[in-house]
């Protein structure tokens, strides 16, 4: 449930209260509101805690009560000093929470139940030491001013109890959002099984659960004793339903895994304003009581339900097209005389690998003239030179992998979509390069893992850049992508040396191809939906500063690679269309479209035919390669020039592609370019037509 | 065990074993075991039903008031028990239309029902049936020198439901049911209104097991909603061998786990505990109870579901 739901319950609660209660929201009585309220969102809190670890516990209200009277027994009548008292207490919300979890997790006995006895046995108790101490509790008192404080004191205005529910709400938050054991709780609750086939120790996850679950049960009691000063016989009863009732209102699914801390507390304060509101409007207990039931049954009814169908309402509304506005691109025409016009240049190329690769959509050569290329069951493989007609299965990786680069040592580096990059080295062992990027820290999803790592490149000093296409959508829907046209992708930097990976461009459209720049200095990237080609200056004056390359390209651009005579080859996977660019200016029609018509019936970009372009440091394209109606090779993503030859793969092709260049340079090979001393081409032309942009930052819509 | 328990307690009791004592103890706890019977049948249908005493007392409590304000007795009980049906229908709907884990249908369902009918009918904890409704009151009395009409109502019931249980096709679906709704579902069974059956019976059992307490005492007192009875019916079900995974148990493990807790009930009382000590005890044997439940009939990790 998105946190709006109980956020706007809270409002409305709220607000009717004010029309009701004269007098509602004077100084005072917010204080009081806020003095009264923090020991039930603590309970409420430890609810959550155990709901989210996929179980629940019921014996938090018996523990808040006993640790009331332990903190006032050890304060009062021991005359212990305070901090000891406040560890002691602690420790008592421990030692409960050890035996839920302990009976829970190991001897896999069922929540419910199981802490249901816990509060009956511990109600009982409650009631029978309350019962015999209290004469000795009611004779004693406590003269100490940080007790005082904690039972009355204000910090700007806000009472004591109602900073520190903020404090460890925030931090319980971090916990189980940031923190690796409270990670763990939350993939338990998620799914015990996968959290267990992933290797987490569900057990000890769930013990803990519990555990923390008492300590907050134990602090409410803590703060209840130091405001009230007393521990009578109503105290903390029903307090768990209040809870559980409260948890749920918030949002939080009782299969476990779905909720945060802030619903948890934002439902306690919708209970307890009910109740305190219900109180002063002089309504009956029991319909108070009857009210509470209902609350749980709608509220519970609601999250099922919406458990359930959430996966039909996110297809429904998970697409969000966004305004993507074209100028008229350059004509294709054959007759047309633009350097894009079509022509017959790739019509004749050999085929390479006929039907022995599936989806080649990178290659690459090494010094042997060996050509590696990527197949969309996971794995590398490789023609052998000079014909290329054997084929061996050079490394398994799994994924899909993508984009391909060698490296000053000869490794083959892979984008895997949907694992990260992977690196193969020349003696044909695998090793993971990186899976993850730096997490956004004001984001409240987690960013961290990579989506769709589509191509990379690896710069002078070894750092390696590449491109994370789309953090919304996985390789199988990756088109869907396109109809959003939105800055879901970003543009993320690894460094060998550290072995720190972090994002460096964020809110891209598709960035696809990478290319390290002929000096060395900057990065070329382009951005598929926006038909863009982009330069990151990555050293020099510039270093750090992003600027528009090439625009309105009539084509969807790929991969980018170096081309011999110090340009650079760039593949249009498919070409834009006047009908198209006409739906990209509209994004209801697109809503409309993905919502109400089945997926073959969707007008998608036209990635049924493209070439392959050649534009230089300054952005100006030199050339264009055809195969008119994508007999041989329709959707293609990249191209690579080695020794005089271009060689074209493709996404969903069954070949590779091969040319003879005119005029290209026949002992240029693609390592030597990136890696040999007289390679680096320092020619440092100062490109002429660039200017400096923002990126228009699309506006993010984030997901459950 | 039960009669392990029983003799070693005869031998340290002291009036244990008097025939006195033993209908006190029979009337005492054939209550519990009407009670422990409807439990049994959600039980089975791998359920729970933790409204139950709230039902029962709300609606016996609504069928006093009736009586009282005028109405022909046979008329208000018949009234009481249609409203019980009516609770327990939709709790099944609840749990099997909206899908709700029972537990939280049933504790809600509890608080929803208690609450409404103190607010509106019963604005006191308790009400008194009023004289002139001896025919009531016979069934908490004793016929044939002694034997508690509890009992006897006990065993009809029992009887019954066992009859139901093994010999009729719906009581099979509520352990085919319990055992694997899945597969009960898919091969053709209906589910949803079978899961309405079984709450319909344990809160109409359970209301059986109202009215002989109205007749036993004279009154309906609300308090035993709040009070930890539906623990010792739980108790009962869960010692007596009706496994809390469902599809196991028959009304002889309810019996037997009566017995037993019976016994032991009757045995605290006599050594005379307080009620709460009384509660923690009876909380251990429960602990206990599901510890073994779960250690003898443990879940399938790869194929449990939660929330239960």
């Known amino acids: 449930m998105e946190p709006i739901v109980p956020f706007t319950l809270l409002l409305v609660v709220f607000v009717a209260f004010i029309v009701m209660i004269p007098g509602y929201t004077s100084i005072p009585q917010l204080q009081q509101l806020m003095r009264s309220f923090p020991e039930q969102g603590f309970v409420a809190m430890a609810m959550a805690v155990s709901i989210l670890s996929g179980g629940l516990d019921l014996s938090v209200g018996a523990v808040f009560a006993m640790a009331d009277f332990l903190t006032l027994y050890f304060l009062m009548v021991l005359e212990w000093p305070l901090p000891l008292t406040i560890v002691a207490v602690m420790g008592w919300g421990a030692l409960i929470g050890a035996i839920n979890g302990g009976l829970i997790a190991y001897a896999k006995t069922r929540p419910f139940l199981t802490t249901m006895v816990v509060l009956i046995i511990l109600r009982a108790a409650y009631n029978k030491i309350t019962g015999q101490y209290a004469v000795e509790l009611a004779g004693a008192s406590s003269d100490n001013a940080a007790w005082d404080y904690l039972g009355g004191g204000f910090l700007f205005g806000i009472p004591i109890n109602m900073v520190c529910l903020l404090v460890v709400g925030i931090v319980a938050h971090f916990y189980l959002t940031r923190i690796r054991s409270g990670v763990h709780i939350m993939a338990v609750g998620s799914s015990r099984k996968a959290a267990r086939h992933a290797g987490i120790d569900v057990k000890w996850s769930l013990f803990m659960a519990y555990v923390l679950s008492g300590m907050m049960a134990s602090l409410a009691g803590i703060l209840y004793a130091a405001r009230q000063n007393s521990a009578g016989t109503d105290t903390g009863v029903g307090w768990e339903v209040n809870a559980l009732a409260a948890a749920v209102l918030g949002g939080i699914s009782l299969s476990g895994g779905r909720g945060t801390i802030s619903r948890a507390l934002m439902g306690a304060a919708i209970i307890f304003l009910l109740i305190n509101g219900l109180v002063q409007l002089g309504t009956h207990g029991s319909l108070t009581t009857a009210i509470i039931g209902a609350i749980l049954l709608a509220a519970v009814a609601f999250n099922v339900k919406f458990v359930k169908n959430k996966g039909k309402l996110l297809q429904k509304i998970y697409v969000t097209p966004s305004l993507v506005e074209f100028e008229p691109p350059a004509s294709i025409a054959r007759d047309s005389g633009t350097v894009f016009a079509e022509n017959d240049r790739l019509k004749n190329a050999e085929a390479i690998a006929l039907d022995k690769i599936e989806g080649p959509e990178d290659i690459i050569l090494d010094e042997h003239d060996h050509l590696y290329t990527v197949n969309r069951n996971g794995s590398i493989i490789r023609f052998l030179a000079p014909d290329y007609e054997v084929r061996e299965e050079f490394a398994r990786i799994g994924g899909r992998p993508l984009g391909m680069a060698l490296d000053r040592d000869k490794n083959i580096l892979v984008c895997v979509a949907g694992m990260g990059v992977y690196g193969v080295k020349p003696d044909r062992t695998v090793f993971k390069v990186t899976d993850e990027t730096n997490r956004t820290w004001y984001r409240f999803k987690d960013d961290s893992r990579l989506w769709l790592a589509d191509d990379l490149d690896v710069a002078p000093d070894g750092k390696i850049y590449f491109s994370d296409a789309t953090t919304r959508y996985d390789l199988s829907d990756w088109a869907l992508d396109g109809f959003e046209g939105r800055g879901n992708g970003r543009i993320v930097c690894h460094d060998p040396a550290t072995g720190k990976t972090s994002t460096v461009l964020s809110n891209l459209a598709f960035p696809n191809g990478v290319c390290v720049s002929h000096d060395g200095r900057s990065v070329l990237w382009v951005s598929t939906w926006l038909c863009r080609i982009y330069r990151y200056w990555i050293a020099g004056e510039k270093a750090g500063q992003l600027e528009l390359l090439v625009d309105n390209l009539p084509g969807y651009p790929d991969n980018v690679n170096r081309a011999s005579d110090g340009t650079y080859w760039l593949a249009f996977v498919g070409l834009r269309s006047p009908v198209y660019d006409l739906a990209m200016a509209d994004p209801a029609f697109r809503t409309r479209m993905v919502k109400q018509i089945p997926p073959d019936e969707w007008m998608c970009p036209g990635i049924n035919n493209g070439c392959v372009i050649k534009f230089d440091d300054t952005g100006r394209v030199l050339e264009s390669w055809w195969d008119p109606g994508g007999r041989s090779h329709p959707t293609i993503t990249s191209m690579r020039e080695h020794k005089g030859y271009l060689y074209i793969g493709g996404l969903e092709n069954n070949r590779i592609g091969r040319v003879k260049l005119p005029n290209g340079d026949v002992n240029w090979t693609g390592w030597k370019s990136y890696w040999s001393s007289n390679g680096q081409n320092n020619s440092g032309v100062a490109p002429s037509n660039v200017r400096p942009i923002t990126t228009a930052k699309a506006k993010h819509v984030s997901g459950a | ?308």
């Not at chain 2, 004592?21 to 009407?34: D, E, Q, V």
């Not at chain 2, 059992?205 to 019916?233: A, K, P």
Request: neutral net charge.
């Open chain 2, 1 to 308: 065990m039960t009669l392990a328990l029983f003799v070693v307690l005869s031998a340290v009791l002291p009036g244990f074993v008097t025939l006195g004592n033993l209908f006190t103890l029979a009337r005492n706890i054939s209550i519990l075991g009407i009670l422990a019977l409807g439990m049994a049948v959600v039980v089975i249908g791998r359920g729970i039903d933790l409204s139950q005493i709230a039902t029962l007392a709300c609606s016996s409590a609504i069928a006093v008031t009736l009586i009282n304000s005028g109405w022909p007795p046979a008329a208000a009980i018949v009234f009481g028990l249609v409203l019980a049906i009516m609770i327990g229908v939709m709790n099944g709907y609840f749990v099997s239309v909206i899908e709700i884990p029972p537990l939280f249908t049933t504790l809600a369902s509890g608080l929803l029902v208690l609450g409404l009918t103190r607010a509106l009918v019963v604005p006191h904890y308790q009400v008194f049936l009023q004289p002139g409704h001896e025919f009531l009151l016979l069934l908490g009395g004793t016929v044939l020198g002694g034997v508690p009409v509890p009992l006897i109502a006990f065993a009809i019931c029992a009887l019954l439901l066992h009859l139901f249980l093994s010999r009729t096709v719906i009581g099979r679906f509520i352990y085919a049911h319990g055992d694997n709704a899945q597969a009960a579902r898919m091969s053709g069974i209906a589910t949803r209104p079978l899961t309405m059956i079984e709450y319909a019976l344990s809160a109409t059992i359970g209301y059986i097991g109202g009215i002989i307490m109205v007749g036993s005492t004279s009154l309906m007192h609300l308090q035993v909603v709040e009070s930890t009875m539906i623990f010792d019916v739980i108790l009962v079900v869960v010692l007596g061998g009706v496994s809390l995974v469902g599809g196991r148990g028959n009304v002889l493990s309810v019996i037997a786990g009566t017995l037993l807790i019976g016994v032991l009930l009757n045995a605290m009382t006599i050594m005379n505990l307080d009620i709460q000590t009384q509660d923690i005890i009876k909380g251990g044997v429960l602990l206990l109870a599901i510890i073994l439940d779960s250690y003898i009939h443990p879940r399938d990790e790869e194929t449990a579901k939660q929330g239960d």
